[in-house]
């Protein structure tokens, strides 16, 4: 009675705060499934669906999981409150991908004196005790953003433009992992030659229509750029947009245009030369976080950090099979 009484508060709440997350189907009693709450960031791009799917094929009830996902709508105050929820509802695991790095202590406090472990997925948390979470699972941002630079470097060597490159640098949601490490590796390449300038740093909140807007502004009182670095795949299709209507060429000849996630529309435009370098961010976090939530309820320590594998594309290593292999 008591947890009917506790799930109908929680359901007035959040119904009350407009952050409806979802409500387990079964009570604890009856159930077997490791139930898990999953706070998720929203569904902002292609990366992000195909990361949904992922954790819903893996901690589906079929491999034995009660699944609760909440969708923030990239809002950490929403994130807050499921999170707050799954505690009420007290399930035995929770999976945050966090929107921004800073502000998790009093949740993740609250998390562990509830004894729930939580697991971070993708972006990190920047907290001074890091056991306030078990494990994280994602990308290493900077290595691959480092080697995004090597190759731009290389490749304007070889055309012989290597002085008075003006890039424009459209910006995923600030202060979020994958941003902060995106922008340092290219600010750092930035400082290391000295005929590259960043002409300007557009937010485009890793979402098409925001990177639309904001570029077709700029290139209306600006002259077109001679490289764009997108943060992400989506940002990027809104740059191409922008530039189609301005009629300023890209790809081969023209404007240099650098992506990551490197989802199949993106590989697909590499493939035909219009985007110059897709950068993977692989979103497939399903099996590992099921493993790592699987080796906890064995009473196993699992690994603190496991990352992801990633590779470049260019047009010059794409082919249809590959193209065809790709799950996202
Ligand atoms: C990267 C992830 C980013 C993707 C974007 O791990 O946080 O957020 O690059 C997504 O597509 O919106």
């Known amino acids: 009675m008591k947890r009917l009484a506790l799930v109908i508060c929680a359901l007035m709440l959040s119904f009350l705060s407009g952050c409806m997350p979802y409500v387990r189907q079964t009570p604890e009693e009856e159930t077997t499934l490791i ?7 929203g569904a902002e791009s292609d990366w992000r669906v195909a990361n949904t799917e992922s954790m819903r094929e893996s901690l589906s009830e079929e491999n034995g999981f009660e699944l609760l996902y909440d969708n923030a709508r990239q809002k950490q105050e929403n994130q807050f409150k499921a999170i707050r929820t799954f505690i009420q509802q007290d399930v035995d695991y929770i999976v945050l991908a966090p929107v921004t790095e800073t502000g998790w202590e009093s949740v993740l406090e609250e998390a562990r004196a ?37 190759w731009l470097s290389g490749q304007l060597k070889a055309d012989g433009r290597e002085d008075a490159v003006q890039i424009l640098h459209l910006q995923g949601t600030p202060g979020s992992t994958a941003q902060l490490q995106r922008s340092a590796a290219l600010e750092a390449g930035v400082a290391a030659h000295a005929g590259w300038t960043i002409a300007a740093q557009l937010n485009g909140d890793f979402t098409q229509a925001k990177a639309y807007e904001e570029t077709i502004a700029y290139l209306r009182s600006n002259p077109a750029p001679d490289v764009v670095y997108c943060e992400n795949d989506n940002m990027c ?25 490197a989802g199949r529309t993106a590989l697909s435009y590499c493939k035909d030369g219009k985007i110059g370098l897709c950068a993977e961010c692989n979103p497939l976090h399903g099996p590992r976080v099921r493993a790592l939530i699987e080796q906890l309820a064995r009473g196993e320590t699992p690994e603190k950090l496991s990352y992801m594998p990633e590779a470049l594309f260019t047009a010059g290593t794409l082919t249809a099979e590959l193209l065809e292999s790709r799950v996202y």
């Open 35 to 41: 139930t898990v709450g999953f706070s998720q960031v």
């Open 237 to 261: 299709f809104g740059v191409m947009q922008a530039l189609d209507e301005r009629g300023v060429a890209y790809g081969d000849g023209g404007v240099t245009l650098i992506s990551f996630d």
């Open 114 to 150: 509830a004894g729930i472990p939580v697991i971070i997925v993708d972006r990190q948390v920047e907290v001074d005790d890091p056991s306030l979470y078990t494990s994280w699972v994602g990308s290493n941002f900077r290595k691959t953003a480092d080697a995004a630079i090597e």
